[in-house]
């Protein structure tokens, strides 16, 4: 134990902070890559040949382009596919997309604190984007990880989720509001369906996650993650989000 939280604090100090002229050494990419992804990736699945292909160059370039590491476990391939998975699902549709505000992902064994220890109490956090001395980093649980490819049914993905924030970012703050995929015309009607539906989950009155309820940016986040998990169910129980999110995150968004 005392070894592992020696490695954490290492972590923590920015000691893995990764350069991206670097080349990526530790994420190697598969070379059965298209059976990973079928096996364990309900979005690709659902592509047909030709964007299956854009999709594993996708997932190629952002592996070439940001480190990931781990803390208390080994790394193994299918950590490395789902994170790069995460990170391509959102911003598939985009004929180009880099993550400027991403340089590593550390992935823990499990849920961690405030202070980023994966051992002892409070182990409430799946996931985090870096601020601060920790800008560009984003931590991921690997258990988290992992269940959010396992069940297809609980509108919940924690690695989409962040990386949704890091898109959220992209304009320079976490507020809800993705500047960098809604014109100007759409973010006063996009506030007031946040609003109606943060009330909405607030008073037991939806079947958004509850987390979705706590701002604006979580929220869109959470939004993100139903969208992709469960679009029809969106579409059915919330046609207006439902109409918003593919307005950021659609094939018309090219």
Known sequence: MI??????????????SYQKDKPNKKAKIPIDLDEILEANVLFYQKLDKKEKELFRVKVKTFLKEVYIDVVGFE???LDIVLVAASAVIPVFYFDSWQYRNLSSVIIYPDNFNTDL???????????MIGSGRYENQMIL????LHQGFKNN???NNTAIHEFVHLIDKSDGVVDGIPSALLSNTYVIPW???IHDEMEAINS???DIRAYGGT???EFFAVAAEYFFERPDLLKRKHPELFKMMEMCFSKNKK
């Open 141 to 144: 649980s690997r258990k988290a």
């Open 191 to 193: 506030l007031k369906l």
């Open 215 to 217: 701002n604006q940016q």
């Open 117 to 127: 220890m994966y051992q002892g109490e409070n182990r409430i956090v799946a996931g």
């Open 75 to 77: 790394l193994e391939t």
């Open 153 to 155: 049914t609980d509108k």
């Open 3 to 16: 070894i592992a939280i020696i490695v954490t604090i290492i972590l923590v100090l920015g000691i893995y």
């Open 204 to 206: 037991n009155e939806s």
